[in-house]
């Protein structure tokens, strides 16, 4: 296995401060409420946030996965926030199938969310198996591969990278 930088640290900070620019204009309503999907997206939560003007709350939730599996066990709401009357926009480090997504987005609207976007490190749009939409995306691919780097893992490792690489299995 090796990393192959794709995204490098100046291009992702352009293309967060882009997002931001966007994001600010799109959601000047508030009260504003960034959800952060852990761990893949903190990094781009951080620094996102240091770009909006606020006032609005950072939140985060976890999917927990089994070891070595795709399969959800579980989705935490680690700071038990609520979505009602709020915008809502959601981080999540890959967009791939939108399977986890959705449920989100449909858990959200049903707590009576004014309104809720979502935003993505990479948006793979062909490897879809729901309808979602990302609303904001720093990258677009076609590629069906694994990311490391910016906050996103691979087997545990490399999330401290300033880049983003994609996993090359050898």
């Known amino acids: 296995m090796r990393l192959e930088r794709r995204f490098d ?9 882009a997002v931001a620019g966007a994001v600010t ?3 000047r309503e508030r009260p504003l409420v960034v959800v952060s ?16 003007p606020g006032p609005f709350s950072c939140e985060y939730l976890h999917v927990r996965r089994a070891e070595g599996a795709n399969d959800v066990l579980q989705i935490d709401f680690t700071t038990g926030f609520t979505a009602a009357g709020k915008h809502v926009l959601l981080l999540k480090d890959v967009v791939h199938t939108g399977v986890i997504e959705t449920y989100l987005m449909e858990q959200l609207w049903g707590e009576g969310a004014a309104s809720l976007r979502l935003a993505a490190l990479i948006d ?5 198996k729901t309808n979602v939409s990302v609303d904001f995306s ?6 069906g591969g694994l990311y490391a780097g910016y906050g996103m893992e691979y ?11 994609e996993v090359v299995e050898d």
Do not use: C, N
């Open 9 to 17: 640290a100046r291009l992702i900070a352009s293309r967060v401060e």
């Open 25 to 27: 204009r799109d959601l």
């Open 37 to 52: 999907i852990l761990k893949g997206s903190a990094f781009f939560m951080a620094d996102l946030a240091r770009q909006i």
């Open 124 to 128: 793979k749009p062909l490897d879809r």
């Open 138 to 143: 720093l990258f677009s691919t076609e590629s």
């Open 155 to 165: 087997e545990g490792l490399h999330a401290h990278l300033s880049d983003i690489h």
